[in-house]
């Protein structure tokens, strides 16, 4: 079964409790975490998974990793850092990390962040409380909500309580529910009454980016051995130059004396 978080933004009263709870359950640094806040243009960092933001006067809706159906992430890693578990979250693996930061460049949500202030740093973001998932709790940040803008469940389920909300208040939501189709489908999905671009949502495609990585990953592989190759084989082509060098070089100082 897919898990999938439902947040209804006109349930949301920007309390931020959903926050304070996603750093104090992933042992997070709350001082650096407000710090990094007023720091980040979207409130993001490594050390603040999750944020609230407003989308409208009166309109906060929170934003963090959208754990994708068909994560461009996933795709764009070269050592299976990153994966898509059966239960729904995107989690990450710091023992196979190569620093390459493909993951920040591929999201189309501008959402892995990097621990820029670490001599060893690593990729950090919301990995929706993975081991209490799989121990048969609910994320954090679901359990901290006191109004009920955070539901944890099923996709499939979630999927169709939204649909079903937004169409028996046709006056008060916007018919749409955010991450039903883009990108391939999230698992974090949306209702609102309030159009969301203030989160940054990109444009709305129905098309995965893993099909427009996952080409160039595949292949890259072979173009580093390719690129091994060369430089092997220049190093190769100046050696034997010095070298050839060197031999005339010795030639001559052995026919003048």
Same mark, same amino acid.
């Given at each position: 079964?897919?898990?999938?978080?439902?947040?209804?933004?006109?349930?949301?009263?920007?309390?931020?409790?959903?926050?304070?709870?996603?750093?104090?359950?992933?042992?997070?640094?709350? !001082?650096?975490?407000?710090?990094?806040?007023?720091?980040?243009?979207?409130?993001?960092?490594?050390?603040?998974?999750?944020?609230?933001?407003? *989308?409208?006067?009166?309109?906060?809706?929170?934003?963090?990793?959208? !754990?994708?159906?068909?994560?461009?992430? *996933?795709?764009?890693?070269? *050592?299976?850092?990153?994966?898509?578990?059966?239960?729904? @979250?995107? *989690?990450?693996?710091?023992?196979?990390?190569?620093?390459?930061?493909?993951?920040?460049?591929?999201?189309?949500?501008?959402? @892995?962040?990097?621990?820029?202030?670490?001599?060893? @740093?690593?990729?950090?973001?919301?990995?929706?409380?993975?081991?209490?998932?799989?121990?048969?709790?609910?994320?954090?940040?679901?359990?901290?909500?006191?109004?009920?803008?955070? $539901?944890?469940?099923?996709?499939?389920?979630?999927?169709?309580?939204?649909?079903?909300?937004?169409?028996?208040?046709?006056?008060?939501?916007?018919?749409?529910?955010?991450?039903?189709?883009?990108?391939?489908?999230?698992? $974090?999905?949306?209702?609102?009454?309030?159009?969301?671009?203030?989160?940054?949502?990109?444009?709305?495609?129905?098309?995965?980016?893993?099909?427009?990585?996952?080409?160039?990953?595949?292949?890259?592989?072979?173009?580093?051995?390719?690129?091994?190759?060369?430089?092997?084989?220049?190093?190769?082509?100046?050696?034997? =130059?010095?070298?050839?060098?060197?031999?005339?070089?010795? !030639?001559?100082?052995? =026919?003048?004396?």
């Amino acid at each position: 079964m897919t898990n999938s978080i439902l947040i209804d933004t006109t349930k949301c009263t920007g309390c931020e409790r959903c926050v304070a709870a996603c750093i104090d359950a992933n042992k997070l640094d709350p !001082h650096k975490a407000d710090i990094d806040r007023a720091q980040t243009e979207d409130g993001l960092s490594s050390n603040r998974w999750a944020n609230i933001q407003k *989308v409208a006067d009166d309109r906060f809706a929170r934003k963090s990793c959208m !754990h994708c159906l068909e994560p461009s992430c *996933v795709s764009a890693c070269l *050592v299976g850092g990153i994966t898509k578990t059966p239960e729904g @979250p995107v *989690v990450y693996d710091p023992t196979k990390c190569i620093g390459c930061r493909y993951c920040m460049l591929a999201c189309p949500f501008h959402i @892995p962040r990097y621990e820029w202030e670490n001599a060893v @740093p690593y990729m950090r973001k919301c990995d929706m409380c993975f081991e209490r998932v799989q121990q048969g709790g609910k994320p954090a940040c679901v359990d901290a909500c006191p109004n009920g803008a955070l $539901v944890f469940g099923s996709r499939k389920e979630l999927l169709q309580k939204a649909q079903e909300i937004v169409a028996a208040n046709g006056s008060t939501y916007i018919p749409h529910v955010w991450g039903e189709t883009e990108f391939g489908g999230t698992s $974090v999905l949306y209702i609102s009454d309030e159009d969301l671009s203030a989160l940054g949502w990109p444009e709305p495609q129905t098309a995965a980016i893993p099909g427009l990585t996952e080409p160039l990953i595949s292949k890259t592989p072979f173009i580093g051995l390719g690129v091994a190759t060369c430089l092997l084989s220049v190093n190769w082509i100046v050696r034997r =130059r010095m070298k050839l060098a060197g031999e005339i070089d010795n !030639h001559e100082v052995e =026919r003048n004396d």
